[in-house]
């Protein structure tokens, strides 16, 4: 088992540029909608930007990373629903930086203006490059790299809210996966389709400050990502859901990125 760590060559982004996903229950329908790409002026540095919503519910997550080793620079997580709250996460050398706002009654206010309930830091359970600190929706472009590696297995330590856990990819063979989805400028495109599986699995890592809260897409581990071995798309998650037990979300739309 490697530490995933940079490399010389800066990796090259993922051949999707948009990932919507699905999934229907007795009691809501919670749909997912992911994009990665460069940061505008910051060689090396992607931002992904991640937006949920169950019921009336929602959150909108915007993570900046290094391209080469996936470790997280910065978080923001928008939650939406009875109340507003913003969370941001600033990672450095040695600490997380979490602040809380929230718009004390005033929610047309405008972000930048939202009052500070809350600002604390929480040290990392080690060194933060071995392996590298980063958040679960990132692990959606790693565990794609890991796929076209020689690798048998890689970590990361994935940060939550107060939490860290140590997380391994490892390799879970082949499947046929059954598609229906829409591939912008293509139609739909529907069914079976071979896919490299992926497992994602997720261990507490120093102190537990909170309960337990890992989870990619609301799933926990283990994880079983999907991805077409001909087009790289995330086609399918699957792994346990609060309430529901077994389950899984599958891929509804995509798209493509263009050639450079």
């Known amino acids: 088992m490697?530490?995933?760590?940079?490399?010389?060559?800066?990796p090259q982004l993922p051949a999707?540029?948009?990932?919507?996903?699905?999934?229907?229950?007795?009691?809501?329908?919670?749909?997912?909608?992911?994009s990665v790409d460069e940061v505008p002026g910051e060689d090396g540095i992607w931002a992904l930007t991640a937006s949920s919503s169950v019921a009336r519910n929602s959150e909108e997550v915007i993570v900046s990373f290094k391209a080469g080793s996936g470790r997280a620079l910065k978080r923001t997580r928008l939650s939406r629903g009875r109340d507003q709250r913003v969370k941001i996460y600033s990672y450095g050398e040695r600490t997380v930086v979490r602040e809380r706002r929230d718009p004390d009654g005033s929610p047309d206010l405008p972000q930048s203006d939202w009052q500070v309930k809350s600002r604390r830091e929480i040290p990392y359970p080690g060194?933060?490059?071995?392996?590298?600190?980063?958040?679960a929706y990132a692990l959606t472009v790693l565990a794609d790299r890991f796929r076209q590696s020689d690798e048998e297995s890689v970590e990361y330590v994935v940060h939550t809210d107060l939490n860290f856990y140590r997380v391994t990819l490892s390799r879970g063979g082949t499947a046929?996966?059954?598609?229906?989805?829409?591939?912008?400028?293509?139609?739909?495109?529907?069914?079976?389709?071979?896919?490299?599986?992926?497992?994602?699995?997720?261990?507490?890592?120093?102190?537990?400050?909170?309960?337990?809260?890992?989870?990619?897409?609301?799933?926990?581990?283990?994880?079983?990502?999907?991805?077409?071995?001909?087009?790289?798309?995330?086609?399918?998650?699957?792994?346990?859901?609060?309430?529901?037990?077994?389950?899984?979300?599958?891929?509804?739309?995509?798209?493509?990125?263009?050639?450079?």
């Open 127 to 135: 060194d933060p490059e071995q392996p590298p600190v980063t958040v």
């Open 176 to 260: 046929v996966v059954d598609v229906n989805y829409e591939l912008k400028g293509e139609g739909r495109i529907s069914g079976e389709r071979e896919a490299e599986v992926i497992v994602v699995s997720a261990t507490p890592a120093g102190q537990q400050e909170d309960e337990p809260d890992f989870s990619l897409l609301g799933l926990g581990g283990p994880i079983r990502l999907h991805y077409d071995t001909g087009s790289g798309l995330l086609l399918r998650l699957q792994g346990r859901a609060p309430r529901i037990g077994n389950t899984s979300i599958e891929l509804t739309a995509a798209t493509l990125r263009e050639a450079p």
């Open 16 to 34: 999707w540029q948009g990932l919507a996903y699905e999934q229907r229950t007795l009691w809501a329908t919670a749909q997912s909608v992911i």
């Open 2 to 10: 490697l530490f995933c760590s940079a490399g010389n060559t800066l």
